[in-house]
């Protein structure tokens, strides 16, 4: 009897990942059509075409369970010569058998790859290990047509889930799959119900269910074609979700709640009732009489714990040499001084407990790269804990897991989604709602002046709070001082006009969850005023509006998206050359609709132009009915971001 392996194993790679299922051991013919392919229908000037995509999974041997993969592509132009480069991604347990790849050229001739796959780890972490097997097709050339195909075996005894992505990176002439699935017993799982399949295809596309499992063709797909500022692809991708289970799959309700019960018995065992937490909490609330105090004492101490899941990837040797033990319980976690986001979390709701508080673990989903769906019944939806505490009456909902998240707020990913709530009876999923504004709040200050050659030159100031402050905390731990440094400038750079200058000077402080961080430069903007005859003309507003990327189209396919609702509040005071009087001072603009607002108020004293803008979004996801009464929204941003103020008088420099 086999068990269950809840992680859908979702291959990624330069190319599609594809197999034959027709023809596992051998080339495909390749056809006439092959050949005289020179574009892609639809999309002129296409770099490369994917001619044939194939996979067929085979989980009812008895001791060969695997799939065999079997990918086609046609070079079209130099672009195109990107597609040589191949990664497969390999979960630990799996493994690439019979690679077989080659490069056929125009004139018929042939070059087999005679070497071997590349393979490294790639991720490790949370228990799951992932690497990367990677090769490069030998003398690709503009219509060489590139092919490989493979097995990978599974792990035995498991049962993986599956999953068929139908549009790729480039568009797909035809598509074959074939699942056959198993049809015995799986250990530990009573009333098994056998493969359950969701699915979205294009129109008049059917999935074919067999008495043996499921078969899919599919002809002439077109690449996915995302949008700026979308949400994450996977609901609107073509493509179909595979899982084995029992009969709590019969409905989404009982199978999340039968995962809850589950977790929730793993989850108070971790925790469980430990002289040496109850010793640890009294100590960290000090006499502290006030329960919010309490509780934000205890949360410091949890973060006190070294992070391990927000530290860069360990090579085996490393790891070995820093002797990083298991953590069984939260004891351990304590005593060792270490642990991973869920090691964390579950210690401070321990603490949480021990100091008189109920706390109640729940599993958040993330919806940083896909969006929780209910009726996707793939445990892999959940993510690390969280931790709900009732105190006074109210109830606050933490994130100590993860590193530098201040006390009260989530990390952006796990609000306006759901999380799956760990109770005795069983797990209920609860809503958790989307931040205020107020945690995305981004202050930038500039305090600069005009030449009389129209360079603009001065110091800024960004501060950023709440999440702003939280996510560049959290990238700086991925690199050294100097990328720092850099990604702070480019960031300035992209917010001012082309050919600006930036100097980084400092930013404080890094290592902290609390606070906003300060980060602050020097600036140079060459012919930023221009002139006309004895005219000054001044841009009002120094910084360019960030979102007009959402909006360039008439129209959209997928909803507007941003990872949470923000603040932006400027003040920039721009000081103009002595003898200049103002002749035409920009209007005053204010718009608003029942979740946004934008103001901009100028104003001009003492030989300065003074501007302060204030924009506010209070919703992150807007449907495509919003689309337009957004766009209105911010093209009037957009106008008030660009006025310019008219100066005259003065003594000028010839420009260049």
């Not at 009573?190 to 359950?196: A, I, P, R």
């Not at 210690?347 to 109920?358: I, Q, S, T, V």
């Not at 960004?462 to 690199?479: K, S």
């Not at 495509?624 to 941003?637: A, G, H, P, S, T």
């Amino acid at each position: 009897m086999r068990r269950l392996y809840s992680l859908v194993v979702v291959l990624f790679c330069g190319l599609p990942i594809l197999c034959s299922a027709q023809q596992k051991d051998s080339w495909l013919p390749i056809t006439d059509q092959d050949k005289n392919i020179k574009e892609v229908p639809g999309m002129p000037g296409a770099k490369a075409i994917q001619l044939y995509y194939s996979q067929y999974i085979n989980d009812n041997s008895d001791n060969d369970n695997a799939e065999w993969d079997y990918s086609r592509v046609k070079i079209l132009t130099e672009a195109g010569k990107d597609q040589a480069d191949v990664k497969i991604i390999v979960p630990d347990g799996f493994h690439v058998r019979d690679l077989k790849v080659r490069t056929v050229h125009p004139d018929g001739t042939i070059a087999d790859f005679t070497g071997k796959a590349f393979d490294k780890v790639i991720f490790k972490g949370n228990g799951l290990t992932y690497h990367e097997a990677s090769f490069t097709f030998p003398d690709v050339t503009v219509g060489s047509i590139v092919e490989y195909r493979y097995k990978m075996d599974y792990p035995p005894n498991l049962l993986p889930g599956h999953e068929w992505d139908l549009q790729r990176e480039l568009y797909t002439v035809k598509q074959e799959y074939k699942l056959l699935a198993y049809a015995h017993g799986i250990l530990g799982v009573e009333g098994m119900t056998g493969l359950s399949a969701s699915y979205n295809l294009p129109p008049g596309m059917k999935l074919k269910k067999k008495s043996d499992g499921y078969e899919l063709e599919a002809e002439n797909i077109p690449p996915f074609q995302a949008e700026s500022f979308m949400p994450p692809d996977q609901p609107y991708r073509y493509r179909v979700t595979f899982r084995y289970g029992d009969q709590s799959m019969a409905s989404a309700e009982k199978f999340w709640r039968g995962v809850g019960l589950q977790q929730y018995t793993g989850t108070e065992e971790f925790i469980g009732n430990h002289k040496e937490i109850r010793e640890a909490a009294a100590q960290a609330i000090a006499g502290e009489s006030d329960p919010e105090k309490k509780l934000r004492k205890l949360y410091a101490r949890a973060q006190q714990v070294r992070n391990l899941s927000f530290e860069r990837q360990r090579t085996q040797a490393e790891q070995k040499k820093e002797d990083l033990k298991q953590n069984n319980n939260v004891v351990d976690v304590l005593q060792h001084g270490y642990g991973t986001s869920k090691d964390i979390a579950l210690l401070f709701a321990a603490m949480a407990r021990a100091a008189g508080f109920e706390a109640i673990v729940a599993l958040s989903t993330d919806r940083s790269e896909r969006l929780f769906e209910p009726t996707v019944l793939q445990e892999w939806q959940l993510a690390s804990p969280i931790v709900m505490v009732n105190f006074n009456g109210k109830q606050v909902v933490l994130d100590p897991g993860t590193r530098f998240c201040p006390f009260g707020l989530l990390r952006w990913n796990r609000t306006a989604t759901q999380a799956l709530l760990l109770e005795k009876s069983g797990g209920v999923m609860v809503n958790i709602p989307l931040s205020s504004q107020a945690n995305g709040l981004l202050e930038r200050t500039a305090d600069v002046e005009v030449a009389t050659d129209g360079t603009l030159s001065g110091d800024v100031t960004v501060r950023y709070n709440g999440y702003e402050a939280m996510e560049r905390r959290l990238d700086a731990l991925q690199t050294d001082e100097a990328g720092r440094k850099k990604k702070l400038e480019e960031e300035l750079q992209g917010w001012l006009p082309n050919g600006s200058v930036v100097k980084f000077k400092d930013a404080q402080p890094w290592e902290t969850a609390d606070g906003p961080l300060e980060a602050h430069f020097s600036i140079r903007v060459p012919s930023y005023a221009s002139f006309a005859g004895k005219r000054l003309l001044v841009p009002n507003n120094l910084f360019l509006t960030g979102q007009k990327q959402a909006f360039a189209q008439q129209s959209r396919k997928y909803p507007v998206y941003f990872r949470y609702a923000f603040a932006e509040i400027d003040k920039v005071k721009i000081k103009v050359p002595p003898g200049f009087s103002m002749e035409d001072l920009p209007q005053q603009k204010d718009a608003s609709l029942p979740y946004a607002r934008y103001q901009e108020l100028i104003k001009f004293e003492g030989q300065e132009i003074s501007t302060r803008r204030a924009l506010l979004l209070g919703q992150n996801f807007f449907p495509l009915d919003k689309y337009q009464e957004l766009k209105d929204f911010f093209n009037k941003v957009e106008a008030g971001d660009e006025q310019q103020a008219v100066l005259h008088g003065g003594v000028v420099s010839a420009q260049k």
